[in-house]
């Protein structure tokens, strides 16, 4: 029997092109080589957590739209990315943390945060705001909740994004702005400070590699199979997905640059 030919994802291929520059800077930035410390890793934790959680806007933003969550049920018609949503959902909602009880993985990253010594307050008081009643909107144009500036600016991005209501352009910015933007050197480190450090960043390294085994062993060829759903060969929607994933790693760089500067110089 012949072995089928693997088909060349010309689409993706181009949009790879077009982001490669930005993945670069990101995956190849200064920032990492500074987490010599706990406390550049705390630091690092306190500005990371904001996109630990904007994941999560996106997220919801295609679980609203691509599958059905009114009461009266009905299928929606992309069974794949209906799939793909719903169990990443499960995944990032309803995960463990290390002591087996049920948390979401921006949960684990707030305890990853109290367990290393990092402050939590800015992020819960951001999260607690919209408990509140406060539109997303309203915090980020006025910043209620007093959060970090870069922080923000960031968040800006993806909600502008989301704003923009094109689908193609929300599910690009999630498939390509996921933590497989963490690089292999970053967790490496952690780990290096982990083994010297195990009471402060056990939990930290457990949502790393609980994340990032997610993302690129599961989750990641889902979401590419999802982008080919939602632009087909509509050649307008494939140029518009790779502009957004520009504006998502460009808000990504913006904020390790903040970050690096705070870290001090090298």
């Known amino acids: 029997m012949d072995t089928p030919v693997k088909k060349t994802d010309f689409r993706i291929m181009s949009l790879h092109r077009r982001i490669a520059e930005q993945r670069e800077a990101i995956l190849n930035h200064s920032l990492y080589p500074k987490m010599t410390s706990l406390s550049e890793v705390r630091i690092f934790m306190e500005h990371h957590i904001y996109a630990v959680w904007d994941f999560m806007s996106l997220l919801k933003t295609l679980q609203k739209h691509l599958t059905s969550v009114d009461t009266a049920w009905v299928p929606t018609e992309d069974r794949a990315s209906r799939k793909l949503i719903n169990e990443i959902v499960m995944a990032e909602e309803s995960d463990v943390d290390l002591n087996g009880d049920p948390a979401s993985h921006y949960e684990l990253y707030l305890d990853a945060m109290r367990q290393a010594g990092a402050e939590t307050r800015p992020i819960i008081r951001f999260v607690q705001t919209l408990q509140r009643g406060y539109k997303a909107k309203e915090i980020l144009r006025f910043n209620i909740a007093e959060a970090d500036e870069d922080c923000l600016d960031f968040l800006k991005t993806t909600h502008e994004i989301i704003q923009r209501g094109k689908l193609h352009e929300i599910a690009a910015a999630f498939t390509f702005g996921r933590e497989d933007l963490i690089p292999d050197m970053f967790t490496a480190l952690i780990k290096k400070l982990y083994a010297e450090h195990p009471d402060e960043l056990s939990a930290f390294v457990y ?60």
């Open 207 to 266: 949502y790393l590699d609980r994340h990032i085994e997610l993302d690129g062993d599961e989750h990641g060829p889902m979401a590419i199979q999802m982008m080919h759903h939602l632009c087909k060969e509509d050649d307008q929607k494939w140029l518009e997905a790779e502009e957004a994933c520009v504006e998502a790693l460009d808000a990504r760089l913006k904020l390790w640059d903040a970050i690096s500067q705070k870290l001090g110089v090298e």
